[in-house]
């Protein structure tokens, strides 16, 4: 995925008439899933003049930008317009951000994950600004007849000093849409920025609080039939057979079928995971009424053989992947840990001579970690509208990933893809689930089916149930010392159930002369996906724990042995590839020990842990604070610091970080999913154990590094170091290392209540 | 199917649903009132989290044949203009983050500064402690909570 700005035929003015037929670039009011009021159709604008795919302008001076990424509540929709609002030089307050449809002609990299929006989005963001500005400041230079160097805006206003003329970006907007495109544009300083770095309200927070429809469960139109799906009981079976009947006749039921997602010689993409090909689907008045013919239907499921498909690669090579059969049990998974572990797994990285380091050593230290899989778990659970007629699809639901699902919807539907039509919800949470978007074929195949628009919902049963989890991984870490206690090798040998968690050129490597990091996989019939940080929410878990063991195993502060390890990558680093920048590492380090006053005796019962991990981009490094007055944990305090360059959004950027923060600390504690023959053990919040008010940490402080560089991610990075944070915390208030996660048992072995 | 009548953010609505359908679902599949949203249906997540006669109630496990004459106020009710006490410091907070589970938090905030209007710490996390947020907003809504109450 490219970040620059596509090009492409841009309209000089677009007329407001497009409102009612839902049109593709005026369209809020279908998204919004009900009509416009009186009001708010006659405060809009006759005529908009379109500047480029982000920026239109009417003559009134209102200003729409479209936000183009799908927001899951990281606030992109408000931060990204921000930064296209900072460079146009418009006031803020007569912005109307606008989600726009998937539109890959206009928008590249429509595409919410990875925490790469702001990333990839700066720079073409802040080239459509400028640009847009430029423009404006070209008509107003030609309407004036002066030099336009001799132009200047600011808040949504064109000046000319010289003669004291000035106008309104309203007023030069239907000139400046006949200009050419200019191709080189003037980037504001840092010092320049008047939007970017000031906290703004998330744009569609009156709505929320209002309980205006925004989400895709909340849509709906006339004539619209509500479905649902009955997925297999258990991973590794299928569909035998239905029997319609037994529900048919319910009441409020119109139709009972099988349906098929994916034609048998797709070539899938690699977010086309599809935990079941075949379901049943119900379709009927109101989703009560589904829900009771879900509850009486009868259907046989067989356990299903190994199954295969391909998959395509890149340069058009495709691979064959195989889906093995059986039934799959956490005991199983344990006990493949178990055998892995004594296997040799596949070498990452070797440097210098680990195998002669660890023969000499005088002390080796050998732990294991464990984690198991997570469910997702989105607030939302999955949902899509569709509505399919002849030669064409009209999809609306939560989707992260549109450009990944379009060519499959097509596919299955037999149309050419120019004829699917996604457009984005907000989503109630996204966290890696929805980048897998084949709810939006369920939804698409059933309303083809019917020859209806419906609206498809999961139970929250079937949502738990359905799969795409983060995966079980597990990791073994072993350092060899010297009779000084001086770190002689590091050997970790990390995999999981189905892929490992390992990003071997990350630090500790570089730091390291002797250093081997080994990976193993095995296949499952248990579907996984992206899940906030992949990989490194384990991994940090465990190498960050291992650390903490390490440096007090030497004798050292761990905060103080992190900082002599990444001297040595910073000065003499070990190794070609390190993927990280060492003194960037090193400076939340030592913000987060200035922070959080950690060379000070912590308050009276209090117990402080550390933990730093590099991912997405950014640096964090973490202090949680634990107490455990009477034998209940508290989690008194959370300290962050945080390199993720500049700051768009300073207070929504917390609020992000607190949530990566209180996400930690639950699936730290509390999350869990096994599996007993193939069906999971939970399937709704009675037993899924998620963090609620009560065990949410008491304080949290996140403090960003300030050095003007340009941004990175923010979504994930909070995430991984909260696990080993808060381990080496409950190490110092209990005397107990925490290997397993969740911690919970642990705790509760020894009386501790959370 | 049977007809009820329901007394809905001051208005009578008349509804022909299958009596044991939950109130959750009238209001969003019949009335249009999208608003209270689903996430559990077994009272264990507070999204659909109503005010049942100034109580919160959890609207998924309540069949709408149980609600008589009694009546049920939505997030759509709750103010008129988007001005509650709650919304107001919701807003100044910035509390959402996806925002699916704002509603439901909202509504047992109000129903909690109708019983308690000082509440401590304590009260707002046993008030609060059904409502999931799945995001992760606890520390907000705990703090926009006490800036409405010090504004009531
Ligand atoms: S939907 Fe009612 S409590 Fe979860
Ligand atoms: S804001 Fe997303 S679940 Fe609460």
Known sequence: MSSSIPSYNRRKFLKATGIAGGGLLLNFSWLAGQALTPQELAAMPAEWFELNSFVKIAANGAVTLYSANPEFGSNVKTSMPMILADELNVDWQKVTVEQADFFPKRFNRQFTGGSQGIRQGWKPLRTAGATARQMLHEAAAQNWSVPVAEISSANGMLHHKNSGKSASFGEMASLAATLPVPKNVQLKKESEFSIIGKSKKNVDLKNIITGKPLFGIDHKVPGMLYAMIVHPPAFGMRLKSVDAASVKLMPGIKDVFPIKIMNEEYLRNFFDTATFIEMVAIVGNSTWEVMQAKKNLNATWEVAPDTTFKMAGFQGNSTTQTIPGGLESTEGHRKVFEEMRKKPGNILRKDGNPEEAFSKASKIIERTYTAPFLAHNTMEPVNCFAHVTKDKALIYGPTQAPEFIVGTIADRLGMPKENIQINLARMGGGFGLRAYSHHMVEAAVISQKVGAPIKMLYTREDDMTYGIYRPTYTATYRAALDQQNNLLALHVKAGGIPESPLHQNRFPAGAIDNYLAEGWEKSSNITIGAFRAPRSNFIASAEQSFLDELAEAMGKDPIAFRLELLNRAMTNPVGKNNDYDAKRYASVLELVREKSNWNSPSDAGNHKGVSAYFCHNSYVAEVVETSLKNNKLVVEKVVAAVDCGIVVNPDAAINMAEGGIVDGVGNALFGELSFNEGIPDKKNFDQYKMIRQKEAPRKIEVHFVNNGKEPTGLGEPLFPPVFAALANSLYKATGKRFYEQPFLPQLKANEIAV | ?152
């Open chain 2, 1 to 152: 199917m049977a007809k009820f009548q329901l007394k809905i953010n001051g208005k009578t609505q008349t509804v022909d649903v299958d009596p044991n359908t939950p109130i959750l679902w009238v209001l969003r599949d019949h009335l249009n009132l999208v608003g209270t949203k689903y996430g559990c249906g077994i009272a264990a997540c507070g999204a659909c989290t109503i005010h049942l006669n100034g109580v919160a109630v959890r609207s998924c496990s309540l069949p709408v044949s149980s609600i008589g004459t009694g009546s049920i106020t939505t997030i759509e009710g709750l103010s008129q203009n988007a001005d509650h006490v709650l919304q107001k410091a919701w807003e100044e907070h910035d509390v959402p983050q996806c925002g699916y589970c704002q509603a439901g938090q909202i509504m047992s905030a109000a129903a909690l500064l109708k019983r308690k209007p000082k509440p401590s710490d304590k009260d707002i996390e046993d008030a609060m402690n059904g409502n999931l947020c799945r995001c992760g907003t606890y520390l907000r809504i705990k703090e926009a909570i006490k800036t409405a109450s010090k504004n009531l």
